[in-house]
């Protein structure tokens, strides 16, 4: 891991290698490196407290994309016994067990998010389990951030950018989708039931996309005093 | 004579809240409820604006969004708003609207000079006069057209409001919410169906708002006052008052603009968007968004006074505002009757000019039992008065309503009320590719079939009577609802309506007047474009026939209104013309949106900030402190150079490429796609993408590869490391990552389905910091304990694992520089810290961090290729003397057969040179042409420069291009004439290599 101090040194770095910026060119983003000497890219953001929508980064939560033929009755088997659960054939939906959450992405696609440092150990895991089957298992923890969108509003400020349907009757609580937020590709997860009219989102988001994404929220937000 | 035309005790709107406004200048009063058209009435205001061509005054013609004279300028400044109009501008306080199209005054305009000139100013004036020379279009013409076609003015400075946008889906949309639109989201909205009804006014009801009729024995303001309680009470039902559904797509796609705060005017809080522009998809839709009154044509109409009789009674039931003292109602048909009761009832002189020549019927006996007086069989043939209407001339008309029988006689009036019949609001309908079919009996246009699945109902399904409304809108709505799922399907039983009965209408296109048509008295059918019958028969004269040509000939039917209220009389008039029957002439296509939309709306959030996205790289942060200059590469920012005190580009940009050159330096390569390729077919795959051999490549070794269409383009290259037997990491362009992804996709998923791989997207899981430089060896030591980072150990091409500056890391050995290179990933989000340690630790080794500028300069003095700068799509490996990498051995891959197409395998093809100037210290434009012999144009092209730098390493200016034969012609001299016509650069072809010609430092 990254060696102590180095939460302070990008601003003397900055300064040992150039002259002091031109104005505006200096960097106003909040909060450089946390102790681990990491930095998600929204670190540092506070989304709006208190009002009907809050929003907020869950940095670094544990993320394997899983593929594999769902006919193959053994890898099917293999990755579920690794797992603890079965992995959900049906389109658009994700499984919770113990802490790990397997969403259907694709007919031989799935997303495992993971609490933060399980996802190398799982990845060695099923890489044995799946051994000579076909199959993959690729870390892209670093790759996408998850934003968590919920309260009263949640849903109105997802469909300020979102095309699909958003409303209970067809999207609830154990329902995933890839989609787009206007420019962002997303990939979105009900991870709540509704409640008081509110819902609780999972958004994960490229990282290089996590602040446009943010951005937009704040915007979106505002009119709700957010 | 404050609103002195204001009705007392009538109206829905708030006496108890004065609305002080500006209009042209002077001070106003209203009340809250009052559109601007309303409180301008009341005020005795005739004279709102002046007509697009000929500037003559123009009054208020409507009551709705169909008004085609009364637009006006609302606002001033930053939030001024050109062509609103004032039928629709909800009154607030501090309202300021001015009057367009009109200098200095609207009461004084010098381009009224027009009107008197109108006989040189015919249809198609401007396509007559401003023919020749072609050569003044641009420069002349289009100046004088534009500015004599003025429609407002556009606001010049940033919009301060914000907007907002909301993708919605429902069961049932209903496009309007009067007496039919309620009655279908009642009945939908009962059966649990997600409802979205949309009404363009501040309240629902539409048409009952100005009627006088009882809904189940109570006043029609009782029946939607208790229809909207129940409706609001439902939780899937969302109503959406000032809310216009401006447009209908495929598949029932439908557009909303809601208009959020328009009402309240401007706010200096933008946290609530001024308007919302909602993106629905709609199970069913039910259209029913009423009907537009007619006006009649007869000379002389367009005088400020003239309005349609609709409107009249709107502004006499809903506004409480008598449109003038002296009225004459002008129809053809009993649904002006009402109008001229209501209007008799507020004080007004009334009198009727009926064309029928015996009406009949409990309506026309009411009126004559009122005292009103009806000239049946008559037509007005004239009008008097220019800023406002004092008076018209009536008389008599022949049987077949062409002539006049007897000689007119006048009568003194303010206000001409016209009711010239009914055309449903079939434009949604329309814009959905509905079919439209005419209705002989009613004579207008009604909804036919539609591809997809939306219903009409009420009077913009031509249903004109209440009671008919009611039950139909029950019926679509529950119909709507039942096939998207809900309910039974069974209808509501209707409210009980008094029936009101009405005669036969009769028809007159054009009422004749005392002189021939077109001279001296104009029949105007499109008021906002000044369009006249006349025009019309000028049009068929000309073999202007087809309806389409026949709108753009003369205008008809454009402009912001879109000739709602003229369509269909300019259709009769040439039905007329050409003894044909109007549903043979046919109409013009309806487009979106319905009405005009600010631009704002439609943008939503996407502008400033949010326009477009900025990707950027987990080391952002310390190169916006390091004073980067960023390039936009695709989305991404990325560093272009970094200047220090002082320096311009090319300053920085050479320090940086010597710097890199004599001691180290580092990029940010993040950008570089990243694919993990992995499966028992995984080089197989590679072999068949790549034109080189793959499946001999050694675990933990890279190569170059370069990628080609179909056609035996080069589309991309970069190296791909074999991590495992089966397991590859393959690195793409910046710009070319989603696309190869896509096209690795596209050939597995639909040509090799039995292969097995996988591809997964990995380009942002790692940060990328590139150390290059003789130092660089020196630099990875100091970074990393557990690689032997020593090139003896550590070949070119190999990938190791390790820790570098305290971070999980891989790292390759891959030099776009040519010189000793280490490219060292770690998981992004480490990124920052292993940046700002290089930066600290290589103080001691002359680091220098540099950006794309110098990357480019770097590769170009070791002539390696850019895909998309030095290539272009029709740019071969063999073109770019790259034979070595494409095999001779393998059967096939992407791009081969291409190869021996004729075209590709001849002599002369395009191919990649060095190209030296003879004067060092000149740098060719990229994109600059070479000709073997300057000379007068036309002259033979021989290819074009891709690259051109100065070099600080060669010590000279570089470029590489594309020359025809080039490879056979390296030592030949070309000349390189400039854009100014002038100076010529004479060149050198070289080979493309400039610097370390032997690869010498790949290895430190």
Redesign the interface.
């Not at chain 2, 907002?164 to 889906?169: E, G, I, M, T």
């Not at chain 2, 998981?827 to 292993?834: E, I, K, M, N, T």
């Given at each position: 891991m990254a060696e102590p101090g180095v939460t302070q040194r990008l601003a003397a770095a900055g300064a040992a290698f150039t002259d002091p910026p031109a104005e505006g060119t200096v960097s106003t983003e909040p909060g450089a490196l946390d102790a681990a000497g990491t930095r998600s890219p929204l670190s540092g953001l506070l989304g709006p407290a208190g009002g009907p929508v809050t929003f907020e980064e869950r940095p670094f939560v544990g993320k394997l994309t899983l593929r594999g033929d769902p006919s193959n009755a053994d890898f099917m088997a293999a990755a579920g016994k690794v797992l603890g659960t079965d992995i959900p054939t049906d389109p658009c939906r994700f499984v919770e067990h113990d802490g790990f959450r397997v969403h259907w992405i694709g007919f031989d696609n799935w997303l495992i998010h993971v609490p933060e440092g399980a996802e190398g150990p799982l990845k060695t895991k099923l890489e044995a389990a799946l051994e000579g089957i076909h199959s993959a298992i690729v870390d892209v923890s670093d790759y996408y951030t998850v934003i968590r969108v919920q309260g009263a509003k949640a849903r109105r400020l997802l469909q300020k950018g979102c095309p699909i349907d958003l409303h209970p009757r067809t999207f609830g609580p154990g329902q995933c989708a890839g989609t787009v937020f206007h420019h962002a590709a997303i990939f979105l997860a009900q991870t709540d039931a509704d409640t008081d009219g509110g819902a609780s989102y999972d958004i994960q988001i490229r990282w290089s996309f996590a602040r446009y994404l943010w951005d937009y929220f704040v915007d979106g937000a505002r009119e709700w005093g957010g | 004579m404050s609103q002195s035309y204001r009705i007392e005790g009538k109206g829905r709107i708030d006496r108890s809240k004065p609305i002080r406004f500006t209009w042209n200048g002077r001070s106003y009063q209203g009340y809250q409820g009052d559109t601007l058209a309303s409180a301008l009435l009341a005020n005795g205001v005739r004279l709102v604006g002046r007509s697009f061509k000929y500037h003559r005054p123009r009054g208020i013609m409507t009551a709705g969004s169909e008004e085609p004279n009364a637009v006006v300028q609302l606002e001033e400044g930053a939030r001024t708003e050109p062509n609103t109009r004032a039928t629709m501008a909800e009154l607030y306080d501090g309202l300021t609207a001015n009057a367009q199209n009109c200098w200095p005054s609207v009461e004084f305009d010098v381009g009224a000079l027009n009107a008197k000139l109108s006989r040189f100013f015919p249809a198609g004036f401007y396509y007559k006069t401003f023919m020749w020379p072609a050569a003044l279009w641009e420069p002349l013409y289009e100046k004088i057209i534009r500015r004599a076609a003025g429609m407002g003015e556009s606001p010049e400075e940033i919009d301060p409001d914000?907007y907002?946008?909301?993708?919605?889906?429902c069961d049932v949309l209903i496009a309007g919410g009067g007496p039919a639109g309620l009655s279908a989201a009642l009945a939908a909205g009962r059966t649990g169906a997600?409802v979205i009804l949309a009404d363009e006014g501040a309240e629902f009801g539409g048409s009952l708002l100005a009627d006088t009729v009882e809904i189940a024995g109570k006043p029609a303001a009782d029946w939607i006052a208790e229809t909207v309680a129940e409706l609001t009470a439902m939780p899937e039902v969302t109503l959406l008052p000032r809310t216009t559904v401006s447009a209908y797509y495929d598949h029932n796609f439908l557009t909303l603009t809601e208009r959020v705060t328009d009402h309240m005017g401007p706010r200096a809080d933008d946290?609530?968007?001024r308007q919302r522009f909602w993106?629905v998809?709609a199970k069913q839709t039910i259209l029913a968004q009423g009907a537009i009154e007619r006006p009649l044509l007869f000379a002389d109409n367009d005088r400020p006074g003239v309005m349609l009789a609709s409107a009249a009674r709107t502004y006499i039931n809903r506004y409480g505002v008598l449109p003038g003292r002296e009225i004459v109602v002008f129809t053809g048909n009993d649904s002006a009757y009402p109008a001229a009761l209501d209007a008799k009832a507020a004080g007004a002189r009334v009198e009727i000019v009926d064309l029928r020549t015996d009406p009949k019927g409990p309506l026309v006996d009411h009126a004559r039992a009122q005292g009103i007086e009806i000239h049946a069989g008559c037509g007005i043939t004239g009008t008097r008065g220019t800023k406002a209407l004092h008076g018209c001339d009536v008389a008599p008309l022949s049987e077949d309503g062409k002539s006049l029988a007897d000689e007119p006689f006048s009568i003194g009036c303010d206000c001409i009320a016209v009711a010239g019949g009914w055309n449903p609001t079939v434009h949604l309908h329309s814009q959905a590719r509905g079919k439209l079919s005419w209705d002989d009996t009613k004579q207008c246009f009604v909804p036919g079939y539609c591809q997809w699945p939306t219903r009409s109902a009420g009077a913009g399904n031509g249903t004109f009577d209440l009671a008919g409304c009611l039950d139909e809108g029950l019926k679509a709505g529950a119909a709507a609802a039942h096939e998207a799922g809900f309910g039974k399907g069974a209808a509501p039983e209707a409210p009980a309506v008094e029936l009101s009965e009405e005669g036969p209408a009769r028809q007159v296109w054009i009422v004749p007047s005392d002189v021939p048509l077109g001279h001296g008295k104009k029949h105007f059918h499109d008021h906002q474009n000044d369009v006249t019958a006349a025009d019309i028969h000028l049009a068929a004269r000309e073999g202007y026939v087809s309806v389409e040509h026949l709108k753009r000939y003369t205008t008809t039917g454009m402009g912001t209104d879109q000739g709602k209220t003229s369509n269909v009389n300019a259709l009769a008039v040439m039905a007329d013309i050409r003894n044909a029957r109007i549903p043979e002439v046919g109409t013009t296509t309806f487009r979106p949106p319905y009405v005009p939309t600010t631009f704002g709306a439609i943008g939503?959030?996407?502008r400033r900030?949010?326009f477009?996205?900025?990707?950027?790289?987990?080391m952002h942060?310390?190169h916006?402190?390091?004073?980067?200059v960023f390039e936009d590469v695709g989305?991404?920012k990325r560093p272009w150079y970094?200047p220090?005190?002082g320096e311009d580009m090319h300053e920085a940009v050479q320090r940086e490429c010597r710097q890199a050159r004599e001691t180290c330096g580092l990029l940010d390569a993040s950008t570089l796609g990243k694919i993990?390729i992995?499966?028992?077919d995984a080089a197989w795959f590679l072999n068949m993408m790549y034109t080189n051999k793959w499946d001999t490549l050694a675990v933990g070794k890279g190569r170059y590869g370069v990628m080609l269409n179909e056609h035996g383009m080069v589309i991309d290259d970069g190296v791909t490391t074999r991590l495992a037997e089966n397991h590859f990491h393959m690195t793409t362009t910046t710009g070319g990552a989603a696309r190869v992804l896509g096209m690795l996709e596209e050939w597995l998923q639909t040509e090799w389905p039995e292969r097995?791989v996988?591809c997964?997207?990995?380009?942002?899981?790692?940060a990328v910091c590139t150390i290059t430089g003789p130092n660089a060896k020196a630099l990875m030591a100091d970074l990393t304990d557990d690689i032997d980072v020593d090139p003896a150990n550590f070949p070119f091409l190999a990938y190791r694992t390790g820790t570098v500056?305290?971070?999980p890391a891989r790292v390759y050995r891959i030099s776009f520089t040519g010189d000793l290179a280490y490219e060292v990933n770690v998981?992004?989000?480490?990124?920052?810290?292993?940046w700002?340690?290089i930066?600290?630790r290589g103080?001691k080794h002359g680091l220098v961090?540099y950006g794309t500028e110098t990357m480019h300069v770097l590769r170009a003095e070791k002539g390696f290729i850019i895909v998309g700068q030095d290539t272009d799509g029709t740019v071969t490996p063999m073109d770019l003397g790259m034979n070595w990498i494409v095999s001779k051995k393998k059967d096939d891959f992407i791009g081969k057969r291409s190869h021996s197409r004729s075209d590709t395998a001849r002599e002369g093809r395009k191919q990649l040179v060095g190209i030296m100037t003879e004067d060092p210290n000149v740098v060719l434009p990229e994109g600059a042409h070479l000709v073997n012999q300057p000379g007068k144009p036309p002259i033979a092209m021989e290819g074009h420069v891709t690259s051109s730098y100065m070099s600080p390493n060669v010590g000279r200016s570089i470029a590489l291009g594309l020359i025809k034969g080039g490879r056979d012609r390296i030592g030949d001299t070309l000349h390189a004439p400039m854009m100014d016509g002038k100076t010529v650069h004479k060149v050198t072809l070289t080979e493309p290599v400039f610097f370390d010609k032997e690869g010498k430092r790949t290895n430190g």
């Open positions: - | 914000s907002a946008q909301h993708f919605a889906h997600r946290s609530v968007p993106k998809r939503g959030q996407n900030h949010l477009l996205q900025e990707r950027t790289t987990p942060a310390a916006v402190a390091n004073g980067a989305d991404w970094f220090r005190d993990d992995q499966g028992p097995q996988y997964t997207s990995v380009t942002e899981q790692w500056a305290g971070a998981p992004a989000r480490h990124g920052l810290a292993v700002t340690t930066l600290e103080r961090q």
